[in-house]
Structures are given as C-alpha cells and as structure tokens.
C-alpha cells in the first residue's frame, strides 16, 4: 500500500514563505512525476509544480519566480518552498505523485491535502 503524507501548511502573512513537503512509502518499484496541486474553495484544482524523475520541472504560470520544487530521490520526498505568499494563494495543497508498485503499470496517488492559508 502507497501513502502521501504533506506537512508543512499553516497560517502567514502576505509576504511570508512556507515549505511543503511529501514524502511517498509503501512498496514502491519506481516513482517518477511528483508535483503539487491546491484547490481553493469554490474552485477546480489546479497543478502547482511538477518535477520528473530527472528533475525537469514545470510551473503555473500563477507561482513561476515564487515558488519552488525539488525532491529527494534517495527519501522519495518532493518540497514545495514557497516565497512571497499571496492571499490567492490559499488553497489546500496536494501531493501527486506517479508511481509503479509491483506488478502493476504506473499509477497517480494522492496525498491527504494540507491547508495553506495567507492573511492579508
């Protein structure tokens, strides 16, 4: 069995920064994208960041030069640090991750979300 478990949301003020991270356990054979998404109320979820196995990485337009993502291949972690917060950035933030576990074809995975709020 595969978890995602986030850590890192909480409370700041416009301006401030926060660091997200994701790690994936279970009986993992080969993890490849990792990224994060968020959902705001009342919205669609939306790609945050993504970053592949080789550690090519995309953005939305709506985060490129404030935000970054980076992982740890060796503790199949995945960071989101997150600089010059907005209030629109609120939002519960997931973790995705495309993975292989044995015997089985690629799959997506979700982690359990946490919440980022940003006070103005």
């Known amino acids: 069995q595969v978890q995602l478990v986030e850590s890192g949301g909480g409370l700041v003020q416009a301006g401030g920064s926060l660091r997200l991270s994701c790690v994936a356990s279970g009986s993992i054979v080969r993890l490849n994208t990792m990224g994060w998404y968020r959902q705001a109320p009342g919205k669609q979820r939306e790609l945050v960041a993504t970053?592949?196995?080789?550690?090519?990485?995309n953005y939305a337009d709506s985060v490129k030069g404030r935000v970054t993502i980076s992982r740890d291949m060796a503790k199949n972690t995945v960071y989101l640090q997150m600089n010059s917060l907005k209030p629109e950035d609120t939002a519960v933030y997931y973790c995705n991750a495309v993975l292989r576990v044995l015997f089985s074809s690629a799959t997506d995975y979700w982690g359990q979300g946490t919440q980022v709020t940003v006070s103005s």
């Open positions: 970053i592949t196995s080789s550690g090519s990485t």
